[in-house]
């Protein structure tokens, strides 16, 4: 092997250590990830089980996950739409038979609530309720955003769900589907 291919071959850990190795074609640096560091770690002791939650040895530089586990009921769906003209260029109108999830304080005629979409995006929408014997309760605020933002063409079905997080509380997630040669799929 000639001098001029004699050089030194370097590992570069995440901690910035550099480990050299002379007598190798090149130089090469080879960044050494989480996943190699594990199986390193799993090789020198053994240990072929490795939660990324908890505090190990081997300092990765980064804060354990928390613990994401949850007793939270799956979603309820409140209702599901196909969308009209008037939806998409002005308000969303809903049933009336939804309104108990909404939880519209008594002697008011509005409520103001977020729904987080599909990406997990918060909007902030109004529901709003007509004074009178019919109420014919209208979304708005960020609702014409949100169609904008999706794409949401007459048609489309919106579908807003309820979900208990344990307190009196529920949160409020929004989807919209668009059926593709007889399919429904997700606007995202």
Request: aromatic share 8%; proline share 5%; hydrophobic share 30%.
């Amino acid at each position: 092997m000639s001098d001029s291919q004699n050089s030194t071959l370097a590992t570069f850990h995440g901690d910035d250590k550099m480990e050299e190795d002379s007598g190798s074609m090149g130089l090469i640096g080879e960044v050494v990830g989480l996943g190699d560091r594990i199986q390193e770690e799993q090789m020198h002791t053994g240990n072929k089980e490795h939660s990324l939650n908890s505090h190990d040895p081997v300092d990765h530089g980064c804060e354990p996950l928390p613990n994401t586990v949850t007793t939270a009921e799956p979603p309820f769906k409140i209702f599901s739409k196909s969308l009209s003209r008037n939806d998409i260029e002005n308000r969303l109108s809903i049933p009336t038979s939804c309104l108990h999830f909404f939880r519209v304080p008594e002697g008011s005629n509005q409520i103001e609530f977020q729904a987080i979409d599909t990406l997990g995006k918060p909007w902030s929408f109004k529901l709003s309720l007509r004074s009178g014997g019919y109420p014919k309760p209208v979304i708005t605020g960020e609702w014409l955003s949100f169609v904008r933002d999706k794409g949401v063409k007459v048609g489309d079905t919106v579908t807003i769900f309820q979900q208990n997080n344990g307190t009196n509380e529920g949160q409020y997630s929004i989807s919209v589907s668009r059926k593709i040669f007889n399919v429904l799929a997700n606007l995202e």
